[in-house]
């Protein structure tokens, strides 16, 4: 699987948008880009997935350059409850593939 | 409809000792996954069952073994613990119908701690 490169930490004023940069330079054709949350001692939560079409759901959006070598997830308006880590992960589709976790960005949302 | 669930919540061992973990899947899911969490890092990925056969396995000593039921739960069984066994254990379900809605579903953990 591509390897990911995510900032540590980053700030983000509530109801303001926070934007998450991933750089996935080694993709390959078939593997999706997938993002996924945690906050504090649950489980991780997913968010959003995509392969190269900018994607958009009730939690965020994805927009994916068009090398594929890049992405950022979008949280419209960040709340104190979205913050947590966020990790991107990129990998074939399907669940036989393990998802490879890296260090994630740890996002704090301030009042 | 449930999501994914996780017996127990915490436990703590001694050294040597052996321990089993439960997860039941998401509703409707068919495959689970195994990951250990240790503090401060992301999850690391243990094994995969589907069809009650683990069907991929990561980088783990043969120490930890799972297994799949015919409902589909599984567990997972650590032998002999050791003092960095020490983590949060986590379950994830998917449904291996092919393709990338092949999301996989946390359940919220189990933290081991092994003294």
């Known amino acids: 699987d591509a390897k990911t490169t995510q900032p540590t930490s980053m700030d983000c004023a509530e109801g303001r948008a926070a934007n998450l940069p991933c750089n996935h330079s080694?993709?390959?054709?078939?593997?999706?880009v997938y993002w996924y949350r945690q906050i504090h001692s649950q489980g991780p939560q997913y968010i959003i997935h995509g392969l190269k079409n900018n994607e958009t759901n009730e939690m965020a959006s994805l927009i994916i350059t068009e090398d594929r070598k890049s992405s950022t997830l979008i949280l419209p308006h960040a709340t104190l409850r979205d913050t947590a880590v966020y990790y991107c992960?990129?990998?074939?589709?399907?669940?036989?593939?393990?998802?490879?976790f890296g260090s994630g960005t740890q996002l704090t949302v301030l009042p | 409809d449930a999501g994914v669930t996780q017996s127990p919540t915490h436990l703590i061992k001694t050294r040597g000792q052996q321990v089993t973990l439960r997860c039941s899947p998401k509703?409707?899911?068919?495959?689970v996954s195994w990951y250990q969490q240790a503090l401060g890092q992301g999850p690391q990925f243990i094994f995969q069952y589907y069809e009650e056969e683990e069907r991929q396995r990561g980088n783990f000593p043969d120490r930890f073994s799972g297994h799949q039921f015919p409902n589909y739960s599984s567990e997972l069984n650590v032998n002999a613990l050791l003092l960095g066994d020490s983590a949060l254990y986590l379950c994830?379900?998917?449904?291996?119908?092919?393709?990338?809605?092949?999301?996989?579903?946390f359940g919220p953990g189990t933290r081991l701690l092994v003294l």
């Open positions: 509703s409707g899911h068919d495959t």
């Open positions: 994830a379900s998917s449904l291996a119908s092919g393709g990338y809605q092949e999301t996989q579903y």
């Open positions: 992960i990129v990998g074939s589709p399907g669940s036989a593939r393990q998802l490879t």
């Open positions: 080694t993709i390959s054709g078939n593997e999706y």
